[in-house]
């Protein structure tokens, strides 16, 4: 007879555990199955969720933050989850990325290019879009806005100096630093990033205002193009 989750040990059943030892008492399988919250005829909430880390190993994947890029319909390929389970995962990810973004980046003080770093990598490090953003700061780098200029299929060497500065202009600040992705993961700068730097640089300084830097964003790594020349 197959063992149902009932039949566990009250301190084995994930509910439970994390109710009587905390959250951090369960492992991912535990936590995953959680959210799944009900299994199959076939299978519990926990053997789900085992087939769902199954799945990142067979893909290469050691952690599960790249869960976040696993889509509604890629998670119901999976054999016992369905357009709910689905669509509950995605919210789940979705919220913990949006909790990994900093309260408040206002008024926040740029000294180094990992400033910069602290508040945008967890941002754009899973996206598989690339995402260009603008950080416009005053004469003391103190972020006043940080603003998406482009995302998608846009090809960033194609975008214009002027979509770049064009707010800065607006509100007359004095300092901008360039931020985009490569959603490789790898943030090597191609031919085209130290073009495009060279272009927006230039454009910037003709305007009186000045590029700080432009950043890479890949998968937990960075590069600087200027820093802060």
Known sequence: MKLKMKDLPLSERPYEKMQFSGSTSLSNCELLSIIIK?????????????KILNLLDNKGKDSLRDLQNFSIEEFMNINGIGRVKAIQLKAVLELTRRISKPLNYLNIKIKEPQDVVNIIMEELRYEKREIVKV???????IVLKILEVSHGGTNFASIEPKEILLDAIKMQAPRIILVHNHPSGDPTPSKEDFLITDRIYETADVMGIQMLDHIIIGDGKYKSLLKFK
């Open 38 to 50: 009900t299994g199959t005829k076939e299978e519990t909430a926990l053997e789900l969720a085992q």
């Open 135 to 141: 950080i416009i700061l005053n004469i003391k780098n």
